[in-house]
């Protein structure tokens, strides 16, 4: 299907200190400077949403100088008129036969060591700094970016109250267009279009996993038709006006299920709820992922959930923290994820609840407050 792009998030207003705690951030960590090209980071940091080009974007971070912000020259109105352009920052042209790499390197304070360049930089401009600054190691942004982007304000809290409250409306219509003898591609289409009218700007994903097609957890839209005694996952997300995401999944039935998807989606819920409930601060993200896996395991169905818990989300829809075995952080207040079991039987049927939970003071702040129970049309 297409999904639905409308006009670019209106992000936070941006608290004037993201800039230097970013540059400590990055001294502690070693690093002489962070190089930030399009992306969730250079949003967070500039609250410009910058057109991912082959012409380079950068925010320069040095740890002892002034960051700047380096732009192709027709894309400098824009990223003036953006967030950053309020910042005090100097925002550099370039010109189509500048080397903005030189140009960056030369600006850059001498004796640069470790720069930190974003994860989720083009290789083509990775490779292209490591020829403009030979002799300086290259590691990861993300490291200590993702250390303030993990602990969520209390204004991105209310964001992400607000992306959630407007994905619980499209969940609560559901109703209205799912239905046998529709095919998930038709019934997705519609979706796409209530996340609009229901207060996103973009479409992220539509799930639509309907009899067979439930059982894998990360279906496309198909031209599947559903038939009654279907289970139907479905899972959907947007962007909002903030800036920041949306990520909900409930379970629905086409008329009555299967006895034996009965049985375990009593399990399921069991075990969502339990991680709801579970969730405060000082408890490890691989504590809180096996809190719901156990009680799955014990009830026979282990072999089934086959993905991670959780993802943290912001201002992408998946992000630091990961709820999952292996991963010892202890949650702390401000970190917002998913909490999303799922049990899946190969080409048969499957079934996932999702809700996004804020780490509280003294326990878990849910995000989306539609029922859990399976929903039968």
């Known amino acids: 299907m297409s999904y639905v792009w409308a006009r670019d998030p209106r992000p936070e207003p941006l608290p004037t200190d993201r800039l230097g705690r970013a540059q400590k951030a990055a001294a502690d960590a070693g690093l002489d400077a962070l190089l930030v090209s399009p992306g969730a980071d250079l949003r967070y940091l ?25 732009v192709p020259g027709l894309e400098r109105p824009a990223a003036l008129a953006s967030p950053a352009g309020a910042l005090g920052i100097d925002v550099l042209g370039w010109a189509e036969t500048d080397d903005p790499y030189a140009l960056i390197a030369q600006r850059l304070p001498a004796q640069v060591a470790r720069v930190g360049l974003d994860n989720h930089m083009w290789a083509e401009k990775v490779l292209a700094f490591r020829t403009a600054l030979p002799t300086a190691e290259q590691s990861l942004a993300g490291d200590v970016l993702r250390e303030l982007r993990m602990r969520k304000s ?3 809290v209310e964001a992400l109250r607000r992306a959630g409250a407007a994905i619980d409306r499209v969940h609560a219509r559901v109703g209205e267009w799912l239905r046998a003898g529709r095919t998930e591609r038709e019934v997705g289409a519609d979706i796409a279009d209530a996340i609009i009218a229901e207060g996103h700007i973009r479409v992220d994903f ?8 439930a059982a894998s957890p990360h279906h496309e839209l198909s031209d599947r038709v559903i038939e009654t005694g279907d289970v139907v996952v479905v899972d959907i997300g947007g962007t909002t006006e903030d800036g920041y995401c949306s990520d909900e999944t409930r379970t629905y039935a086409v008329g009555e299920p299967p006895a034996e998807f009965r049985a375990y989606y009593d399990v399921l819920e069991r075990a969502q709820a339990a991680q709801l409930a579970a969730v405060r601060p000082g408890l490890t993200c691989e504590e809180l992922d096996a809190v719901g896996r156990d009680i799955i395991t014990e009830a026979g169905y282990g ?24 991963n010892k952080l202890p949650l702390e207040p401000g970190m917002a994820f998913s909490i999303e079991p799922g049990i899946y039987i190969p080409d048969t049927h499957g079934a996932r609840i999702e809700d996004i939970v804020i780490c509280g003071e003294d326990g878990g702040d849910p995000m989306n407050v539609r029922p859990h129970g399976l929903t039968v049309l």
Do not use: M
């Not at 082959?54 to 912000?69: I, M, N, Q, S, W």
């Not at 539509?206 to 097609?213: A, C, E, K, Q």
């Not at 086959?306 to 201002?315: D, K, V």
């Not at 829809?317 to 075995?325: A, F, G, L, R, W």
């Open 154 to 156: 209390a204004a991105e």
């Open 46 to 70: 500039t609250g410009y949403e910058a057109l991912p080009l082959e012409r380079l974007t950068c925010l320069v971070v040095p740890v002892a100088a002034e960051p700047f912000l380096v």
């Open 303 to 326: 072999d089934y959930f086959i993905h991670r818990t959780g993802h943290g989300i912001g201002l992408e829809s998946h992000e630091h923290p990961y709820i999952v075995q292996g």
């Open 206 to 213: 539509v799930i639509v996993g309907s009899g067979p097609n």
